[in-house]
């Protein structure tokens, strides 16, 4: 039995619970529902969630603990003539040895009789540790039935205590999100501590050149180790700034079409079409950038004399603003929806036209929420990787001409950090300070849209 399956039987349990109580719960009032303090449905509920919580939980439990577990015990198990002399590391290299002997896959080392024997044992081990857990968990699941079934009587406040659990739910998952959050940023910060205890963070933030090509000798070449990071600062926001010249009027214009002047039908079939741009992978979009924007790009200048880069900024500027179109056009449709018609009628009830009412009544009023949009359009240009690592390049250059190869933080973060790295070096620290360094940012534009649409937002009633 795979967890997958016990799983749906899970799931089946606990419909099936749902059933039951609401059938007892019909059965306990003598077939009048009036007689029930809560609808029968609720009674379901509540069997159910007798029946799913502990039994889910316990699964969950051991998907997260199982490969500790199983471990822990594979290891006490092997045999001296494999595990002599050997350190965590090469014991958990000895371990994954195993796990690929036990799934059929190539290993790194020979394979002996003890090996496939600590094969064989860790599938015992697991197919063990599942069946325990198919028992316990379907125990538990029958066991919450029963109890839940039993607990159902006519004048239970059934309602009451499932919209009890589902808010103790909800808090969980709200204070869940709210720890991930939190992690992740300590987990920045942490590490870019220890980078800046090897770089000056002076050095970091102001320095104009890039290379985290640290040295190992004294005389290594072409690794100086420098941390400068405006260079990449410069390349974002030259590509931030392409992106946002094409998102910005081509969006906000399709929202004011879309809004003022399209009929019904035409808007039920340009928005969705337009959202398409939303949906598409952003790899497809680099592709695009890298095998057609850029070399016609390329090949426009060169006919009118100008030196292009294969891989330009303005190339990948300008298919990440394609890119950011729906979303800016999309935010824009709402903000000018929220306008009133009233506001409109009275436009026109003084002789404006419908230009001159979008002009001076509509835009202005829906100018804070507009605003804020666009920047949090450019926080999403900023954080943009794959259309950057295939259309602009991995080249740190400190200029403002669109027409050269740059690059930017989140690329560099993405390079830093390909292959095997060990997190002790200025080179590995890097993509953390990077990191940081790109939240501040994004933070600081999304906490400025959210001030300015606060400020100004207009109340209509």
């Given at each position: ?7 749906l039987?899970?799931?089946?349990l606990?419909?099936?619970g749902f059933?039951?109580?609401r059938?007892r719960?019909v059965?306990?009032a003598g077939?009048?529902i009036r ?11 509540l069997v159910a969630l ?11 439990l051991?998907?997260?603990l ?32 195993i ?17 496939a024997g600590a ?9 063990t540790?599942?069946?325990a857990?198919a ?15 039993k607990?159902?009587?006519?004048d ?19 204070l ?7 992690g ?12 800046f ?6 050095d970091?933030?102001?320095g104009?050149e ?12 072409g690794s100086s ?22 998102a ?7 929202a ?35 095998l057609?924007?850029a ?21 990948a500027?300008?298919v990440m603003?394609i890119m950011?179109?729906p979303?800016?056009s ?6 000018i ?10 436009s ?6 419908q230009?001159?009412?979008i002009?001076r ?5 829906a ?9 949090l ?11 950057v690592v ?5 080249a740190a250059n400190?200029?403002?001409?669109p027409l ?7 690329v560099?973060?993405?390079?830093l950090?390909?292959?095997d790295?060990e ?5 590995t620290?890097?993509?953390?300070a ?8 994004t933070?600081?534009?999304?906490v ?14």
């Amino acid at each position: 039995m795979s967890h997958s399956v016990l799983f749906l039987i899970l799931a089946a349990l606990t419909f099936a619970g749902f059933f039951m109580g609401r059938k007892r719960a019909v059965a306990q009032a003598g077939g009048v529902i009036r007689s029930l303090h809560s609808r029968p449905n609720y009674y379901g509920y509540l069997v159910a969630l007798w029946c799913g919580i502990p039994a889910f939980a316990l699964l969950l439990l051991w998907v997260g603990l199982e490969s500790n577990v199983v471990d822990t015990l594979l290891a006490a198990s092997l045999p001296d003539s494999l595990t002599a002399g050997m350190d965590p590391a090469s014991l958990s290299l000895l371990l994954n040895d195993i796990h690929n002997l036990a799934a059929g896959v190539a290993t790194s080392r020979d394979i002996n009789e003890a090996m496939a024997g600590a094969a064989d044992h860790y599938n015992d081990l697991r197919e063990t540790g599942l069946l325990a857990l198919a028992v316990v968990a379907l125990g538990v699941a029958i066991g919450g039935i029963l109890v839940g079934s039993k607990l159902i009587h006519p004048d239970l406040r059934a309602r009451a205590k499932v919209e009890r659990a589902i808010n103790r739910a909800l808090f969980i998952c709200s204070l869940l999100a709210i720890m991930i959050t939190v992690g992740i940023v300590m987990s920045l910060l942490f590490e870019s501590i220890r980078f800046f205890g090897k770089v000056s963070p002076f050095d970091f933030l102001f320095g104009l050149e890039w290379s985290p090509q640290t040295a190992l000798r004294a005389d290594q070449v072409g690794s100086s180790g420098a941390f400068g990071a405006l260079p990449l600062l410069a390349g974002t926001m030259l590509i931030s700034f392409i992106a946002m010249c094409v998102a910005a009027p081509i969006g906000l214009l399709s929202a004011i079409y879309l809004v003022e002047y399209a009929p019904r039908k035409v808007r039920a079939v340009v928005k969705p079409l337009l959202e398409i741009l939303a949906g598409i992978p952003t790899v497809v979009y680099g592709f695009f950038a890298a095998l057609t924007a850029a070399p016609f790009i390329r090949d426009v200048g060169t006919s009118l004399g100008l030196s292009v880069s294969s891989e330009s900024a303005l190339a990948a500027g300008a298919v990440m603003g394609i890119m950011i179109i729906p979303f800016v056009s999309s935010l824009s449709d709402d903000v000018i929806n929220a306008v009133p018609q009233s506001m409109r009628d009275g436009s026109y009830g003084l002789g404006a036209t419908q230009s001159e009412t979008i002009l001076r009544v509509v835009l202005p009023a829906a100018l804070p929420g507009i605003v804020g949009s666009m920047l949090l359009a450019v926080s999403r240009a900023i954080g943009e990787t794959m259309i950057v690592v295939m259309a602009a390049g991995l080249a740190a250059n400190l200029t403002a001409n669109p027409l050269e190869a740059v690059t930017t933080v989140t690329v560099q973060i993405v390079t830093l950090l390909v292959g095997d790295q060990e997190f002790d070096s200025a080179k590995t620290l890097a993509a953390f300070a990077l990191g940081l360094l790109l939240f501040c940012i994004t933070l600081a534009l999304n906490v400025v849209a959210l001030m300015i649409v606060n400020r100004y937002r207009e109340q209509y009633e």
